[in-house]
C-alpha cells in the first residue's frame, strides 16, 4: 500500500514566512486601497550591485559561444569561487580553511534544512529559542521531533535553549546530553549576537562533549562591533567541533540568484568518518552545483569594486535598523538587536500576544512584521522588523508606528 512521509504531517499548518505571506495577501486583496509596507520576511529590496551585473552579463554571454559554454558546475563548486571565499572569508580573518574544505551550494537554506541527513536519526538536538524555523522543521520532517506539545509550542525530543532578554538573548550550554547544536550568529530573529568569548564557551563545550555546532553566518556582513566573530573558525579549536554555513542572500542581495557554502573541516568527524566527505558525497548525489553564472555573480562580490558596493548596500540597510531601533525606542517601545544584524526585535505592547500584535499592526498601520512566537516559544510577546525595505519605507512605517503609540498614550 502507498503511504506518506508522516513526519510531514506533523509539521504546523504552514511555514512561518508561508503564513505572514497569507496573512498580508488577504489583507491586501480585501483593502485594495491601503498601502502595506512589508518589515515581514527579510528579503532585500536593493537591485544586485554593477559588479555582479557585469559579471551576470559577461557569463551569460559565455553561454552563447560553444568555446566558452559551460554545462555542469563541479559538484563542489568552481575553484574560483571557492578561493575567493577562502581568500576574503578565511584567510583574511586569520581562520584556517582551505579551499577543499568549501562546498559550493544555492543558499543557505538548502544547506542548514538538508545537513540534518548526514546525521543518525536518532541524534539529539538542540536549538536557540526562538530560531529559525528552517532548523526545526527539517529535523521533524526527518523524524526527529517527537511529539509537540500545543501549550508549550515544543517538540517533545529537540532541547530548547532559550534566548530572552532576561539572559541578554544567551542562551546557556545544555545541561543534558545533545549531540548537535544549531547556532545562527549575528542571530535570526533576535538581531543580537555573540561575542568571541561567548562562542568560544560554545567550542569549548562542543569539544568537551562530543557534540557538533552547526554556525550559520548568513549575517555576519552585519557586523558593526569588533568583538563579534565573522567566522566560527576564527576561534580556536572549532575545527574539530564546527560546520559553518553561509550565505550571498543578505550579503550581496542574492536572495533571487541563490548562493551559499557549507564549510567542514576535515577533522571533524564522527566514529572516525569524515563530515566532510558525506557531505560532498551528499551533493554529488543530490545536486548538481550551482549555476555557472550565479557563480561568476558571487567571485564579482569579491573584487575591489564588489566589495565597495556591497558595503554600500550593507550600510544602506544599516541606516534603516538604525531608524527601526532608535524610533521605536522614542516612542516608548522596548527594542534589541538592529546593531550588528538587519533585524530589530521587539517587545510587544503590554504582553499582547505576537499574532494579534501582527492582526493589530496590520490593521491599524498596514505594517507587515513577523510575530516572535513564530519562531519558537521564547518569542512569545515579541514581534520582529527587517530592516531590508527601501529607507523612505522604513521611515514612513516607524512614523506611522510612533503615531500609533502617540494615540494610544
Ligand atoms: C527571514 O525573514 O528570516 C529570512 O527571509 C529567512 C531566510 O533567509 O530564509
Known amino acids: 500500500m502507498n503511504q506518506i512521509n508522516k513526519d510531514y504531517q506533523r509539521l504546523p499548518g504552514s511555514y512561518l514566512f508561508a503564513e505572514v505571506k497569507r496573512r498580508q495577501a488577504a489583507y491586501e486583496a480585501a483593502n485594495p486601497d491601503k498601502d502595506v509596507i512589508r518589515l515581514g520576511v527579510g528579503d532585500v529590496t536593493l537591485p544586485l550591485a554593477p559588479a555582479v551585473i557585469e559579471a551576470l552579463h559577461k557569463a551569460v554571454d559565455e553561454q552563447a559561444n560553444a568555446d566558452t559554454f559551460k554545462g555542469y558546475a563541479p559538484d563542489h563548486g568552481y575553484d574560483f569561487l571557492r578561493e575567493a571565499i577562502q581568500k576574503n572569508e578565511f584567510a583574511a580573518r586569520g581562520a584556517d580553511i582551505s579551499v577543499d574544505e568549501i562546498v559550493i551550494s544555492d543558499g543557505a537554506k538548502s544547506d542548514s534544512s538538508n545537513i540534518q541527513e548526514i546525521f543518525g536519526p536518532d541524534i539529539k538536538i538542540a536549538v536557540g529559542d526562538p530560531v529559525y524555523p528552517v532548523y526545526v522543521d527539517s529535523n521533524i520532517m526527518a523524524g526527529r521531533g517527537g511529539d509537540y506539545n500545543e501549550e508549550t509550542g515544543k517538540w517533545s525530543d529537540l532541547v530548547y535553549l532559550s534566548a530572552t532578554a532576561e539572559n541578554d538573548f544567551k542562551p546557556s550550554l545544555p545541561t543534558e546530553h545533545v549531540d548537535l547544536v544549531y547556532l545562527c550568529y549575528p542571530n535570526n530573529p533576535t538581531g543580537t549576537t555573540l ?27 552585519f557586523i558593526t562591533e569588533d568583538d563579534v566573530p565573522h567566522s566560527i573558525f576564527e576561534l580556536p579549536g572549532a575545527r574539530t567541533c564546527a560546520i559553518e554555513i553561509r550565505s550571498f542572500s543578505k550579503r550581496a542581495g542574492f536572495t533571487g540568484l541563490r548562493l551559499g557554502a557549507t ?119 515579541y514581534f520582529r522588523l527587517t530592516a531590508f525595505n527601501t529607507y523612505e519605507k522604513t521611515a514612513e512605517a516607524i512614523e506611522r508606528i510612533k503615531g500609533l503609540k502617540a494615540q494610544n498614550a
Do not use: C, H
Open 263 to 381: 564549510i567542514i573541516p576535515k577533522e571533524v568527524e564522527i566514529d572516525g568518518v569524515s563530515l566532510l566527505d558525506m557531505w560532498k558525497r551528499r551533493i554529488s548525489t543530490k545536486f548538481n552545483g550551482a549555476p555557472y553564472i550565479v557563480q561568476r555573480a558571487g567571485e564579482a562580490t569579491y573584487t575591489e569594486e564588489g566589495k565597495a558596493q556591497l558595503e554600500e548596500n550593507i550600510a544602506y540597510y544599516r541606516r534603516n535598523a538604525t531608524l527601526i531601533r532608535e524610533g521605536l525606542e522614542e516612542a516608548g517601545f522596548e527594542v534589541f538587536g538592529g546593531i550588528n544584524a538587519p533585524y530589530v526585535w521587539m517587545k510587544t505592547p503590554n504582553g499582547m500576544d505576537s499574532w494579534d500584535f501582527f492582526d493589530y499592526l496590520l490593521e491599524t498601520v498596514q505594517i507587515v512584521g513577523t510575530p516572535g512566537v513564530g519562531f519558537g516559544p521564547s518569542g512569545a510577546g
Open 195 to 221: 561575542n568571541t568569548a561567548d562562542l568560544q564557551e560554545w567550542v569549548d563545550w562542543a569539544n568537551a562533549n562530543d557534540a557538533i555546532l552547526i554556525f550559520d553566518s548568513a549575517y555576519e556582513s
